[in-house]
């Protein structure tokens, strides 16, 4: 063989290394990320297509009056809407302080026979921010006032 072939022959290893190193990379990304990406639901959403009780995912709208219920421990029970449809949520945990009836909150959970059963509840943190995904929902379903200034 003569020295080109060689060096021909060294330069498409190289590259089909490169190419085979850059996919398992790809994947071991991809599958290490599998549990950090969590969907975004409106209860409208998840009442039209339940997800599988096993996937994760967040939950946002506003919590409905008059249905936040404290049992015994740490142990609350509340409704969450966006005036479309309404979703029982519990949570067992301690509550953020800005947690409050007809206020925007975000739920991170699974979904098992018809309770969003909550392993972390967000709230607003001023009287004027609500997430980005609450509004949306709560416009798609026409509930949503914008604050006046």
Do not use: C, W
């Not at 022959?9 to 190193?21: H, P």
């Not at 946002?60 to 029982?88: C, K, M, Q, W, Y």
């Not at 007809?102 to 001023?126: C, P, W």
């Amino acid at each position: 063989m003569s020295l080109k072939t060689l060096k021909k022959q060294r330069r498409i290893q190289i590259v089909a290394l490169t190419a085979f190193a850059l996919l398992v990379s790809t994947a071991m990304i991809g599958y290490a990320m599998r549990d950090g990406i969590n969907f975004f639901r409106s209860p409208s959403q998840l009442v039209a297509e339940p997800p599988s009780p096993s996937e994760t995912f967040r939950i946002g709208g506003l919590v409905e009056e008059g249905s936040i219920e404290r049992g015994n421990g740490h142990e609350i029970r509340f409704n969450v809407t966006d005036g479309g449809a309404t979703v029982p949520v519990v949570f067992a945990g301690v509550l953020p302080d800005l947690f409050s009836e007809n206020q925007g909150m975000v739920g991170t959970g699974r979904y098992v026979s018809g309770v969003f059963e909550a392993s972390e509840i967000l709230a607003k943190h001023d009287e004027t921010y609500m997430p980005k995904e609450v509004i949306d929902a709560l416009k798609e379903q026409g509930v949503y006032e914008a604050p006046e200034s």
